[in-house]
């Protein structure tokens, strides 16, 4: 049989994933008549989270330990010419080696043909929005600041160690910018195009999910994350979870959710783009024969203030209102931190475990060694 070709979108996060893997989703049984097989995925808004992990040899929970058995069934049983993946936890699981090699080895073994799907966005816009999202989801309570080094010395930062992943398991690296103008008009219709499909023959490609928080959010969840930390604890990740549904619905119900957070100020953002400068052109002119600075003209270089009540403090009114949400949300956390179902010891309720954090497998030079 011939090989399919099988389309992994890896991300990054915050580029738009949360939209895409909702509408695949949604639209599974149109995309089947054009094709393409869109695996059932074990979450509730699309994304396909535990094949991923499964495929790459990570422990699952007990009812997501079929996801890659359920993935060759599937295969088996449609004549589709073309199968799409989507999980922007594989762009950092990829770039470790032991799962790369347990990942690719199987899509191998399945006779599918791999072809990386990636977004890319330029680095000031895409730490910002990263700050927020890991915050409010109780994984970190660093300032904005700490949390800008940490990222841009990291080597998991830069993009151009995907072209040598791709290079060495011989799987062609498809990259789209993911800029400003695509926040306004949708990443859906450049993902379509990216996997060969017409946008046009499909009417709902205006998807918006998982919308940035704003400041009140990030400092209510901040400060939470802190006093467990400062009380020598630290959330598992059911846990965290838990306290992250709960925080949502508590502003929600308040009437305190808001969106719009900016940790940058323009100097920093200016900094952000120095430091990955080099690596980005070499990753440009690679994948798209352009330098970044064309690609992302329109987003490099823009002005920033900065809304974080780390660096500018709230009035007297949002203060009142931010002491009360901090108070009952670490009343939450705590409750949340008693539930022995919550705390069960597995590699799957790790935070650096689920991200491919292992002694001594995280790719930090290559090549790499091929399966």
């Not at 009812?63 to 073309?82: C, D, I, V, Y």
């Amino acid at each position: 049989m011939a090989k399919r070709v099988c389309y992994i979108h890896i991300g990054p996060h915050k580029t738009g994933t949360s939209s895409i893997q909702w509408f695949l989703k949604e639209n599974r049984g149109e995309l089947l008549k054009y094709g393409y097989l869109v695996p059932e995925s074990e979450a509730n808004h699309g994304a396909h989270h535990a094949l991923a992990r499964k495929l790459c040899g990570q422990e699952l929970r007990d009812h997501e330990q079929s996801a890659a058995a359920n993935f060759a069934r599937a295969l088996e049983r449609t004549p589709s010419e073309a199968v799409i993946v989507s999980s922007e936890a594989l762009e950092g699981l990829l770039r470790n080696r032991d799962y790369a090699r347990a990942f690719f080895t199987r899509i191998r073994e399945l006779n599918l043909e791999p072809k990386l799907v990636l977004f890319p966005r330029n680095q000031s816009q895409q730490i910002n929005s990263l700050y927020s999202s890991v915050v409010k989801r109780f994984c970190r309570s660093e300032p904005f600041e700490a949390f800008v080094q940490e990222v841009t010395q990291r080597a998991n930062a830069r993009y151009s160690p995907l072209i040598e992943l791709a290079a060495t398991y011989d799987a062609e690296l498809v990259a789209r910018p993911f800029t400003g103008e695509t926040i306004a008009h949708g990443v859906i219709p450049e993902f379509l195009r990216a996997i060969g499909l017409d946008p046009s023959r499909f009417p709902d490609t205006n998807v918006r999910r998982n919308e940035d928080v704003g400041p009140f959010t990030v400092s209510v969840a901040r400060r939470v994350s802190r006093s467990i930390g400062a009380a020598g604890k630290q959330l598992k990740w059911l846990q965290a979870v838990r306290c992250k549904t709960k925080l949502a619905a508590y502003l929600e119900e308040n009437s305190l959710a808001d969106a719009g957070y900016c940790g940058l100020a323009t100097g920093l953002a200016r900094h952000i783009e120095r430091q990955s400068r080099s690596d980005n052109d070499a990753f440009a002119q690679r994948v798209r024969s352009r330098p970044w600075a064309d690609i992302f003209a329109a987003d490099i270089g823009q002005e920033f203030m900065p809304n974080d009540f780390d660096i500018c403090r709230p009035n007297e009114s949002i203060e009142g209102r931010l002491g009360l949400a901090i108070r009952d949300i670490t009343a939450v956390a705590e409750h949340v931190l008693l539930d022995p179902a919550l705390t069960i010891e597995a590699p799957w309720n790790d935070f650096q475990r689920r991200g491919g954090w292992t002694p001594h497998a995280w790719i930090r030079a290559l090549p790499l060694t091929p399966p």
